[in-house]
């Protein structure tokens, strides 16, 4: 069983000594408020709840699952007595405005909270997980009166939140939704059809669920640009004197049944029926799908808090095993000789295991937060209605979220399978918690996007159509400015400087080739995306790696760090083991990337098969 405890010492670095969090706060109109004290306070809470009740409740919730009985679904023993707890320490609050009961301070504080959450247990954090994005929708594109309807309950964490994409006949494809909003006379609408995958759809842990669905008007044009979005609350809301929502009547939205999954089994994912349900138009008609992807933004970032999230359980989890359990002797001799063999530790490939998850926990971590200071200022212009900054951050943020979401996803499910890996046969056994920990990272490539999703979406349309290379061009400007003071450098600072002033050149270059032969081979893009996708992952996190790396070489050069001396030599080890043994794969990626597509397209699709 993996024994959860929160990396607060690394967080903690990367907020104070690597990207100077207590600067960005106090640049931050009102951001005054998430002082030190407080951050520490909101980690360290944060942190006991994750270790005392979410983790404890992990490897049991995956056991027992979730219960339908005749459209009502039971959470596993002990879930709503910890969402009680969740709720009454005003965890779901911490980032949303005031005005409608939240604390006031900025985006990236939830998402340090969410982060635990996830790493002490993915399935629970999946309901609250949720409602963030249903908030964040209504906060951007609700009328005055929707958002005092449901904002306030919301906020507290009495109601959650879900958003309906998914249905029977559709996933990625969403032109091919068929749910459809007929509008009333009364200005609402009655809502029909089916969906499917709806996580957080229906459970026992508040009494009411506000669904944001996506369905088509019936005269709305064909494909995504027919699109609409409403708000389908589970208990239909009225308003209350103040104008706040209070529950009425029960709504026509049943839950069918929910999946049998291969992980995060104690997170319910419902199929939906809503069967002339009562809905309310969210922003204009058929512009839907824009407002949904204020949710969908939203949950990719927290999907690539997932990838950190299970590479960091499996590292906790392998690293103790690895310390205790002992086999063979070490190749260089014996390393301790009271024993009949050697820990694990001591040989070179379980080093290599161990290693490559802690550079993928505590590198995916920074490359996270380096983005969440950019939707820290997203969220703000959005709050006070400065379209313009808004914009701004939002084009910005979407460089980094197919990378964050599709390439740390991925390792992180590396991360998991070492975990088991290094176990061993004891790692394929349930008691261990190490197999839990794969199933539930396997879900994190596919939904909010699938992994070649995101990579169509970052050099399609974010780096291609949508910038022409200009993203890429200011990415790589901000490496080579941090490079620039270090390539004459000797030693770890110097080798790493010229290996990033290289990468930045080579990541224009194979961009500016990608895009000159696109135009002739309709087929390139597709192809190339992926390996695309993975190249610019590896390099982004070769960048957090120097920056680590460089803070704790000054830190132990100047004698600051005297006290935390282990800690940045760590550091500094871990940047080298990645630069050496995991950047490389970035060139076999590019490699790939730039390969001609004959040998994907030339295949007869009659040919795949001869059975």
Same mark, same amino acid.
């Given at each position: ?24 706060? +106090? ?6 408020e998430a002082d030190t004290d407080t951050v520490n306070a909101i980690l360290e809470g944060a942190a006991q709840l994750c270790e005392d009740v979410l983790a404890p409740l992990n490897q049991s919730g995956d ?136 996580? +957080? ?75 002339? +349900? ?136 590396? +991360? ?24 539930d990272a396997r879900i994190s490539t596919l939904y909010e996007g699938t992994t070649g999703i995101q990579a ?156």
């Open positions: 069983m993996i024994t959860y405890k929160a990396p607060l010492r690394d967080m903690r670095f990367l907020l104070n000594e690597v990207l100077d969090f207590p600067a960005h706060y +106090a640049a931050l109109p009102g951001g005054n056991s027992e699952g979730c219960h339908f009985n005749q459209g009502v679904v039971t959470t596993p023993q002990g879930f709503k007595e910890a969402y009680q707890q969740f709720q009454a320490g005003g965890w779901q609050s911490i980032s949303f405005p005031a005005e409608f009961g939240g604390q006031g301070l900025p985006a990236s504080l939830n998402l340090f909270k969410s982060e635990m959450m996830g790493t002490a247990n993915w399935s629970f954090s999946m309901y609250p997980g949720l409602s963030m994005g249903c908030i964040n929708t209504l906060l951007r594109y609700g009328t005055a009166a929707q958002k005092h309807l449901y904002l306030p309950k919301l906020i507290s964490g009495e109601w959650s939140g879900t958003m309906c994409l998914t249905e029977p006949q559709c996933g990625t494809d969403l032109a091919q939704i068929t749910t459809q909003a007929v509008p009333q006379a009364d200005g609402s609408y009655i809502l029909t059809g089916t969906k499917i995958y709806i996580s +957080a759809g229906e459970h026992d842990l508040t009494d009411n669920i506000v669904h944001i669905v996506l369905a088509r008007l019936p005269d709305a044009p064909a494909g995504t640009r027919g699109i609409s979005l409403f708000v389908v609350p589970k208990f239909n809301v009225q308003a209350d004197a103040k104008g706040d929502g209070v529950m009425a009547e029960r709504n026509t939205v049943h839950c069918g049944s929910i999946e049998h999954k291969m992980g995060i089994r104690a997170s319910a994912t419902a199929v939906l029926h809503f069967d002339g +349900a009562k809905a309310h138009l969210i922003f204009e008609e058929n512009r839907g799908l824009e407002a949904m992807f204020t949710f969908m933004n939203t949950a990719r970032i927290g999907t690539a808090v997932q990838g950190v999230c299970h590479a960091e359980a499996a590292f906790q989890g392998a690293l103790p095993y690895a310390l205790e359990r002992r086999s063979m002797r070490a190749l260089s001799g014996k390393k301790e000789p009271e024993h009949k063999a050697d820990a694990l530790i001591w040989h070179p490939d379980v080093r290599r295991m161990l290693l490559t998850q802690k550079a993928i926990a505590e590198g995916g971590r920074h490359m996270v937060y380096d983005a969440l200071k950019i939707a820290d200022h997203m969220f703000h212009a959005s709050t006070v209605g400065d379209e313009a900054r808004y914009q701004k951050y939002d084009t910005e943020l979407g460089f980094f979220t197919p990378i964050l979401k599709g390439f740390l996803t991925e390792l992180g499910l590396e +991360a998991a399978n070492l975990g088991i890996q290094i176990y061993g046969g004891h790692g394929y056994i349930q008691s261990n918690g190490m197999e839990q920990n794969v199933r169509l979406d970052l050099l399609g349309r974010k780096v291609l159509l949508g910038s022409k290379g200009q993203s890429v061009r200011d990415f790589t400007g901000k490496m080579l400015k941090f490079a620039r003071p270090n390539l004459l450098q000797g030693g770890t600072k110097g080798a790493m400087a010229r290996t990033l002033a290289w990468k930045a050149v080579e990541w224009n270059g194979m961009t500016l080739a990608i895009m000159l032969r696109a135009p002739k081979d309709r087929e390139l893009v597709g192809a190339a995306s992926v390996d695309y996708m993975m190249y610019s992952g590896y390099v982004m996190m070769a960048f957090s790696w120097a920056q680590q790396a460089a803070k704790a070489t000054d830190l132990l050069a100047s004698q600051q760090g005297s006290e935390s001396a282990d800690f940045y030599r760590a550091k500094i080890q871990t940047a080298e083991f990645y630069f050496a043994r995991l950047l490389p794969r970035a060139q076999a990626h590019r490699q790939a990337a730039l390969a001609s597509t004959r040998s994907v397209m030339q295949m007869d699709k009659d040919h795949f098969s001869f059975s």
